[in-house]
């Protein structure tokens, strides 16, 4: 040891241990400071996941298997719906052909009169064109009863062909349909 001044010695180590202080202090400011978003960026690290990349074959062969496990119920399924979609359209075309049909014969209908009697009878014509006409008498009461008797026959007749045109029509739509998915 040096045989020097002992205050010197002192006061040498007072300054060594201040600056000392003050790195350490400059330090756990550095140190703070670097810190500071440490409950942030531990929440964020938390949320984080890592996935295992597979290679793209393996992908590849799970994708195709996946498709030929499901692809011929979904192929099964589509055409249940193409099926149940011509039924809906074939009805929708048979419920518009009924109901021209039912508008058509409702047309053929005279309005109703308050007598109860129709028009025809009014002014004298019979149940077959060309009968009663001109004659000027209007028929009574059974010959009106058997007139309009016959024309409900006759638009019953006419209604059922033209119902039957109909289902002529469909069944051919329907076999034209046939054919062209065969």
């Known amino acids: 040891m040096s045989s020097g001044n002992p205050a010197l010695s002192y006061g040498d180590c007072v300054s060594s241990l ?3 202080l003050c790195f350490l202090e400059s330090s756990v400011a550095t140190l703070g400071a670097g810190v ?7 929440s964020v690290l938390k ?10 074959p393996t992908l590849a062969v799970a994708e195709a298997s996946l498709r030929d496990e499901i692809g011929p ?3 099964l399924l589509l055409d249940r719906a ?6 809906q359209a074939r009805r929708i075309e048979t419920l518009k052909a009924r109901a021209e ?9 005279p309005a109703p009169s308050g007598k109860g009697e129709e028009p025809e009878v009014k002014k004298g014509k019979g149940a077959f064109p060309g009968h009663g006409r ?3 008498r209007p028929l009574d009461g059974g010959a009106a009863l058997r007139a309009k008797v016959v024309r409900q026959r006759k638009e019953a007749l006419k209604y059922g062909v033209e119902r039957l045109e109909l289902e002529v029509l469909q069944k ?5 349909m046939r054919l062209e998915q065969a």
């Open 101 to 109: 049909l039912n508008a058509g014969r409702l047309s053929h209908y």
């Open 172 to 176: 051919e739509r329907e076999l034209r």
């Open 36 to 42: 500071q978003d440490f409950p942030r960026l531990s």
């Open 73 to 75: 119920f979904i192929a």
């Open 47 to 56: 949320t984080v996941r890592h996935y295992e990349l597979i290679p793209q």
């Open 82 to 87: 193409d099926k149940h979609l011509e039924r």
């Open 134 to 136: 001109g004659m000027g």
């Open 18 to 20: 201040r600056t000392s």
